[in-house]
């Protein structure tokens, strides 16, 4: 049935949108702020501290905005999920309502910037809508309206949805938003760089120097010595004795573009696997984005059968017929489910980091770039302590830290010795697979000319064994989400060196 899918996954935001001629750094250089990484949080961060006047250069291994930002679902709003009867129980009910509010300020930030500016990047007011379908999932939305109700945050519920689902019950938090992501972000940088802002591309880091003046180096070997660090690269590109890989885990979520069909709100079931619905306008006609089919990266079943997943839902729902875009993405999930917003390391008091924001990184990564900007100019906000890295609370963060970390000495440890799935010389074009090469485990890929070409699947970053997407035809580390070409180059860390090659 996937036949009816593009055959590669291309997102309609980085289709649709205009890109500056690439410049990347090729000289040592010195700086006031340094940021790692030019997705939502990077972009944000900079525009405003280039606003305060400060010379701020950005950063990025690869093109702007062609992260996670680039293949997100853009919706913009503070409901993340069933997320707040879960926050009250763990951090109670006051840092519930802060969290709460954080995302609404960053809501109410991107909507102020769209609005004083007349920027044109499809910003729409819709409701955001939590639906159930089974008695399980209608269990945990009660609660969900319940801790809403604790929090006093604004709400409704619903009686019917406007697509053909069992549905049980609905959460509706009113007048939220969704956007064209790349559009919105494009101002963000053509006025970061009109005040000064200079952006560096294709210039991965991969490492810093620690100390009062933080220096960055670049695989090519230049420095960047700056006044402040700030890692908006993700996966953080600088651990330190952090061990932020123990403390994150990494997801990856699908979606598909149907073309013709739209409706009004954006939903998320609360029923696994996840279904996102919202409408987008695509080449000028509306298209609805169906995503969801999270799963952690590197594991479970073949990608396409979570695109397969997606366009069944499409078809039964929707009577969806064209599918003209897919693609897929990744995003970080800390143990406590609050993101990762402060200082990167105790020793280090000029280097600040931002992530995990569990999907939720149009509102929450917003919300990071002005706390990054709050940090930089040693402004004391009430946030801080909420989202600090270095927190540990105990419940439940020891036990999905135990979890997590079994999961990954288990990749670690059992993947190494599992069967390989076969011989090298029965690998078909555009397959790839888990072969024996002069006796030992390699990944092997045979491209659409015939051309093979083999990997070691030993993970660069720490070891763990990289399984074969046959959906993005990438080499994914199941332990912390590493992502590799089938050439081997890095996609995305927390590796920051390509897999050995094994081709002849
Ligand atoms: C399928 C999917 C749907 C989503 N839908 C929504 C949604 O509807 N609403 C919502 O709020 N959120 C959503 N999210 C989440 C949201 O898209 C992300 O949280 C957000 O885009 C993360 O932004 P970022 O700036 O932190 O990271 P990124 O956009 O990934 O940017 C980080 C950048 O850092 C660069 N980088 C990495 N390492 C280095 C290095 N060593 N040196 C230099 N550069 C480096 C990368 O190349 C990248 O460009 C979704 C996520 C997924 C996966
Ligand atoms: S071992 Fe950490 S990403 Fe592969």
């Known amino acids: 049935m996937y036949n009816q899918l593009p055959k590669e996954?291309?997102?309609?935001?980085?289709?649709?949108?205009?890109?500056?001629?690439?410049?990347?750094?090729?000289?040592?250089?010195?700086?006031?702020?340094?940021?790692?990484?030019?997705?939502?949080?990077?972009?944000?961060?900079?525009?405003?501290?280039?606003?305060?006047?400060?010379?701020?250069?950005?950063?990025?291994?690869d093109r702007v905005f062609q992260g996670t930002t680039g293949h997100t679902t853009a919706k913009i709003t503070a409901q993340h999920g069933v997320i707040y009867d879960e926050l009250i129980n763990h951090v109670g009910e006051k840092s519930a309502r802060q969290y709460f509010d954080f995302n609404e300020r960053a809501r109410q930030f991107i909507e102020t910037i769209v609005e004083e500016?007349?920027?044109?990047?499809?910003?729409?007011?819709?409701?955001?809508?939590?639906?159930?379908?089974?008695?399980?999932?209608?269990?945990?939305?009660?609660?969900?309206?319940?801790?809403?109700?604790?929090?006093?945050?604004?709400?409704?519920?619903?009686?019917?949805?406007?697509?053909?689902?069992?549905?049980?019950?609905?959460?509706?938090?009113?007048?939220?938003?969704q956007f064209h992501p790349l559009h919105y972000l494009s101002f963000l940088l053509r006025e970061f760089k009109k005040m000064g802002g200079k952006v560096y591309e294709q210039t991965p880091i991969v490492n810093m120097s620690e100390g009062q003046t933080p220096i960055l180096q670049t695989r090519d070997g230049h420095n960047i010595t700056t006044n402040y660090a700030l890692s908006c690269s993700h996966f953080p590109f600088y651990d330190g004795d952090n061990y932020f890989f123990s403390r994150m885990y990494v997801e990856r979520s699908y979606i598909v573009a149907v073309e013709g069909k739209q409706v009004d709100g954006m939903y998320l079931s609360v029923d696994s696997p996840t279904r996102s619905v919202r409408t987008a306008t695509v080449n000028g006609k509306p298209h609805l984005l169906i995503g969801g089919d999270g799963h952690k990266t590197g594991q479970g079943e073949p990608v396409m059968n979570h695109y397969e997943a997606l366009q069944t839902f499409a078809t039964e729902v929707f009577k969806a017929t064209s599918f003209p875009y897919r693609w897929s993405a990744q995003d970080i999930y800390t143990l406590d489910h609050i993101p990762y917003i402060g200082l990167l390391t105790d020793n280090y008091p000029n280097a600040f980091l931002a992530t995990g924001y569990r999907k939720w990184g149009m509102t929450s990564g917003t919300g990071a770039g002005i706390l990054l900007r709050d940090y930089v100019m040693?402004?004391?906000?009430?946030?801080?302590?909420?989202?600090?890295?270095?927190?540990?609370?105990?419940?439940?963060?020891?036990?999905?830290?135990?979890?997590?970390?079994?999961?990954?000495?288990?990749?670690?440890?059992?993947?190494?010795?599992?069967?390989?799935?076969?011989?090298?010389?029965?690998?078909?074009?555009?397959?790839?697979?888990?072969?024996?090469?002069?006796?030992?485990?390699?990944?092997?890929?045979?491209?659409?000319?015939?051309?093979?070409?083999?990997?070691?699947?030993?993970?660069?970053?720490?070891?763990?064994?990289?399984?074969?997407?046959?959906?993005?035809?990438?080499?994914?580390?199941?332990?912390?989400?590493?992502?590799?070409?089938?050439?081997?180059?890095?996609?995305?860390?927390p590796a920051d060196e390509p897999l050995t090659s094994l081709s002849e």
């Not at 090729?26 to 525009?47: F, H, L």
């Not at 011989?423 to 078909?428: A, F, I």
């Open 9 to 61: 996954p291309s997102s309609y935001w980085i289709d649709s949108t205009t890109f500056d001629e690439t410049h990347s750094l090729t000289e040592s250089i010195e700086t006031d702020v340094a940021i790692v990484g030019a997705g939502i949080t990077g972009i944000t961060a900079g525009y405003l501290l280039a606003k305060e006047g400060y010379n701020v250069v950005l950063l990025e291994a």
């Open 117 to 177: 500016n007349e920027l044109d990047c499809d910003l729409e007011k819709q409701d955001a809508i939590l639906y159930a379908t089974s008695r399980q999932a209608e269990r945990k939305l009660k609660k969900e309206i319940a801790a809403y109700e604790k929090l006093n945050i604004p709400h409704t519920t619903m009686d019917k949805l406007p697509f053909d689902v069992d549905m049980k019950s609905a959460l509706v938090m009113k007048d939220q938003a």
């Open 378 to 493: 040693k402004r004391e906000t009430e946030d801080m302590a909420l989202f600090q890295p270095n927190r540990f609370l105990l419940d439940p963060s020891l036990k999905e830290f135990f979890k997590q970390n079994m999961n990954v000495a288990k990749h670690f440890f059992v993947d190494k010795i599992k069967p390989v799935e076969k011989k090298l010389e029965e690998v078909k074009i555009g397959e790839g697979s888990t072969v024996i090469k002069n006796g030992r485990r390699a990944g092997a890929y045979r491209d659409e000319q015939g051309k093979l070409h083999v990997v070691d699947t030993t993970c660069t970053h720490l070891g763990c064994e990289v399984e074969w997407n046959n959906g993005d035809k990438t080499w994914d580390c199941p332990c912390h989400g590493s992502r590799f070409s089938y050439e081997g180059t890095v996609i995305e860390g």
